[in-house]
Structure formats: C-alpha cells, structure tokens
C-alpha cells in the first residue's frame, strides 16, 4: 500500500507540476486566456499544490527525519534571501522582491499542510496498532 501511496503522490505532483508550468505561461502573458484575473489569482497561490505533493511524498519516502526537512531549509533559505533583498532594496526595486517574498507564501502553505496530513496519518496509525 505504502509503495501505491507514494505512486499516487509522484504522479499527482507531476499532473500539477505541469498545470502550474501552464499557469505561469498564462500569468506571464506567453499563452492569451479568456479570463486574466482567474489566471493571475492560479499564479499567486496554485504552486501550493505541487509543493504539498512533492513534501508529503519526502515525508512519506524518507527514512531519515533530516531529509524531510530539506523542502523547508530550502524555502527558508529563499524568504531569507528575498527578505534580505527586500530590506536593502532602493526605489522600485522593493516590488520586485516584495512579490518574490509573496510568491514565497504558498509553498510555505503546501509545505505546511504536507507536514499536517502527515502527522495526522501517523497518528492514525499509532492508534490503530
């Protein structure tokens, strides 16, 4: 079950993976869309999706704790990086690395529910034995 599972999860971040490479190609204006707003609102928050797949499958894969915190470093490496080039930033160059910083958010999230179902379905499992 637990090789299904882990599947599923590699093929479902795939799907989204490609989706967002979609989303972006419309937020950035490559692909004309009927309704830029839907597209622009799917580019600030859709990477969620994949980044919840992809960190529940590490958390689901991993055998040792530290390599499932290597999403997390790295998210927290860019935020620091991009807080960094937001506070030293002169003129108009701060909405540059303010919407990087924004853009930051919604992995953050997805990272942060993976880390939720995962707990949940530990907890679930030590009850049930």
């Given at each position: 079950?637990?090789?299904?599972?882990?599947?599923?999860?590699?093929?479902?971040?795939?799907i989204t993976a490609v989706l967002y490479a979609f989303v972006m190609l419309c937020w950035v204006g490559a692909v004309s869309v009927t309704d830029p707003d839907l597209w622009m609102d799917l580019g600030l928050w859709f990477h969620a999706v994949p980044c919840f797949f992809l960190q529940l499958l590490i958390c689901r894969a991993a055998k040792r704790p530290a390599i499932r915190l290597i999403p997390v470093f790295l998210l927290?490496?860019?935020?620091?990086?991009?807080?960094?080039?937001?506070?030293?930033?002169?003129?108009?160059?701060?909405l540059?690395?303010?919407?990087?910083?924004?853009?930051c958010a919604a992995p953050a999230a997805g990272c942060a529910l993976a880390w939720a179902v995962y707990g949940v379905q530990r907890l679930c499992r030590s009850v049930k034995r």
């Open positions: 079950m637990n090789d299904r599972g882990n599947q599923i999860l590699l093929t479902a971040f795939f927290a490496g860019l935020v620091a990086v991009f807080l960094c080039a937001l506070v030293n930033a002169e003129g108009l160059d701060g540059g690395w303010g919407l990087l910083l924004l853009l």
